[in-house]
C-alpha cells in the first residue's frame, strides 16, 4: 500500500531537549525546522558552559555544516566549523571568523535553559 508524505507540522514553535544530553563542547543535537523548509536543519552545542542554537546552514553557501551528523566543532573545540570549505564560527554568536564568509554569521534561535531542560525558538532570529 502506499503511503502519504507526513506533512510536517508547522505549528511547533519550540522544541525541548534535556540538558543532560548537551555535553560541553561535544557533539551538537540536531532538530528539524520545518518552517525554514523539508531539509532545514537546526542544532544546538554546549561552549563554556551555556547552550547556543543556530540554524544549520552555512553563511558562504546554505549547506549544512556538520561534517557527520553532529560533529559541529574544530578538534580544538574552540569554533564551530563548516565540513564544505571549512568556515570556522565562534560557538558564542555564531559570527564567521575564518573563510569565504567571514564576517558573516550563523542564524541564531533563541533558547533558554531552565529546570534541566532546554527549550528552543524554531524561529530565527531576524538580524
Ligand atoms: S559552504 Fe561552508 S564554507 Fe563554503
Given at each position: ?13 519550540t ?37 547556543y542554537a543556530y ?53 541564531t534561535l533563541t533558547l533558554t ?6 527549550i528552543i525558538n524554531l524561529i530565527p532570529t531576524?538580524?
Open positions: 500500500m502506499k503511503q502519504s508524505p507526513i506533512a510536517p507540522d508547522l505549528s511547533q514553535s522544541i525541548v531537549f534535556d540538558s543532560a544530553d548537551l555535553l560541553e563542547a561535544d557533539k551538537g543535537l540536531r532538530f528539524a525546522l520545518p518552517n525554514l523548509g523539508e531539509f532545514v536543519t537546526g542544532f544546538v552545542v554546549r561552549f563554556q558552559g551555556q547552550a540554524v544549520n546552514q552555512c553563511a558562504h553557501v546554505s549547506v549544512e555544516l556538520d561534517w557527520n551528523h553532529g560533529d559541529f566543532f574544530t578538534r580544538q573545540k574552540d569554533y564551530l566549523v563548516c565540513a564544505t570549505h571549512g568556515a570556522q564560527y565562534r560557538p558564542d554568536n555564531g559570527f564567521c571568523v575564518m573563510g569565504p564568509c567571514k564576517g558573516k554569521s550563523l542564524k535553559e531552565q529546570n534541566q531542560k532546554i531576524i538580524d
